[in-house]
């Protein structure tokens, strides 16, 4: 059995780390790679986002949180907005209904000097978002979507902090609101923009459509040229998907949401891709189980308590062992594990030579599901303005700490 340690095992050997690859720019941030970690419910956590930023550069965006939330406080969203001295530069998403709490919020980010960088969300499909308006609903209604935007880059700006919206194609194919939410963003001096090329009603399934991105990128440089980077978001499972995006869209980064499920390497593969470099990180089963004890030290720092980091793991097992001939039984008793001791014994068992399995760990993963009918206030569609009718219900879309 391997001996339980408190401090976290050695980083990623120099031989997998990146090199150095192209920058970009959002507002006054320089970034070594075009990669954004797209903010992922119980996720991207501080742990998640310290394992992923050992492989590769890129900007590591905390859990998304409501503002509503921010502004009152509550102990669960200041710990998820919570950066260590390490996380540089620091990024938080918001996610808000109402220009007014959104501006607080954000101004509270600044004047407190908890983030150089917010981002806010417009591409949440959850249906108890979506059902009172917001998330990807949202953006239907122009002048509040204006309103926001406006606001949020205004209290952002008293701080110098570059403000960034992500958003989705629209709510479906016959309501789609991306080309004019990115007018309306530029007007607005966002420091760039992210469309995840699938509608509302397409939730995480089937294609996402880079055609979208493309025509974001068109949009956006018939204005202010490349003032304002665009980011494509959908389907990055291996740094030649990145690749592929970026020369079909022509977008000027990308953001990685369930391609790094269990591959945290990627951020490395990523970087060395966009830089000309061939090396990937295709671990052997030994390289996983060592990820995997990483992210088991770093989660029992997260939440200080051994039994509560382990058991976040669990979700993780899965994805990290996507493809690898680990075994049923085995497979199980990970998803069950109780302390790091426990998971020493099961990483144990693991035959550590097994090589990389190739496409069988590759390819989709996480959330999966079949497009439908979105989830809308009745009447939210008839109109592309608000009235007062609709404030009521997008004051219950916030009540979450964070929407997913």
Not at 118 to 134: M, Q, S
Request: glycine share 10%; charged share 25%.
């Amino acid at each position: 059995m391997t001996a339980v340690t408190s401090a976290p095992p050695a980083s990623p050997p120099a031989a997998a780390r990146p090199s150095a690859a192209p920058a970009l720019r959002i507002g006054n941030i320089e970034l070594s790679s075009p990669v954004v970690l797209a903010p992922m419910a119980g996720i991207t956590n501080t742990a998640f986002r310290r394992l992923c930023r050992e492989y590769g550069g890129g900007l590591y965006v905390t859990e998304m949180v409501t503002t509503r939330a921010l502004v009152e406080r509550n102990e669960k969203t200041m710990r998820i907005i919570h950066h260590e001295p390490y996380e540089t530069p620091r990024s938080v998403q918001l996610y808000g209904v109402d220009p007014v709490t959104t501006g607080k919020a954000v101004r509270l980010l600044v004047e407190e000097d908890r983030a150089d960088h917010i981002d806010l969300n417009f591409g949440c499909p959850v249906p108890k978002v979506t059902r009172k308006g917001g998330g990807s609903a949202l953006p239907w209604k122009t002048d509040l979507f204006t309103a926001i935007v406006e606001t949020a880059v205004r209290e952002a700006d008293r701080g110098g902090v570059p403000l960034t919206v992500k958003m989705r194609k629209g709510i479906d194919d016959d309501h789609l609101t991306f080309v004019d939410a990115a007018r309306t963003a530029v007007r607005a001096g966002v420091s760039a923009m992210t469309l995840h090329g699938r509608t509302c009603a397409q939730l995480y399934s089937g294609t996402a459509d880079w055609e979208s991105i493309a025509r974001m990128k068109e949009v956006v440089h018939s204005l202010v040229g490349d003032e304002i980077p665009v980011l494509g978001n959908g389907d990055i499972f291996a740094a030649e998907d990145a690749l592929t995006m970026m020369e079909r869209t022509g977008c000027d980064g990308v953001v990685i949401g369930r391609g790094c499920q269990g591959r945290p390497w990627l951020f490395g593969d990523l970087e060395n891709a966009l830089a000309g470099n061939p090396l990937r990180n295709q671990p052997d089963l030994g390289g996983v189980a060592d990820a995997v004890r990483r992210h088991a030290v770093y989660l029992t720092e997260h939440y200080e308590d051994e039994f509560m980091g382990v058991r976040d793991l669990r979700k993780h097992i899965a994805w990290y062992f996507k493809g690898y001939p680990v075994g049923g039984d085995l497979r199980s008793r990970l998803a069950k594990v109780s302390s790091l001791e426990e998971l020493d014994a099961l990483l144990g068992e693991l035959d550590r030579g097994q090589p990389y399995p190739g496409e069988a760990a590759e390819g989709a993963r996480g959330r999966t599901t079949r497009p439908r009918r979105p989830h809308l206030p009745e009447g939210w569609l008839d109109s592309r303005t608000m009235d007062d009718s609709w404030y009521a219900e997008l004051a219950e879309a916030e009540l979450d700490v964070s929407g997913g």
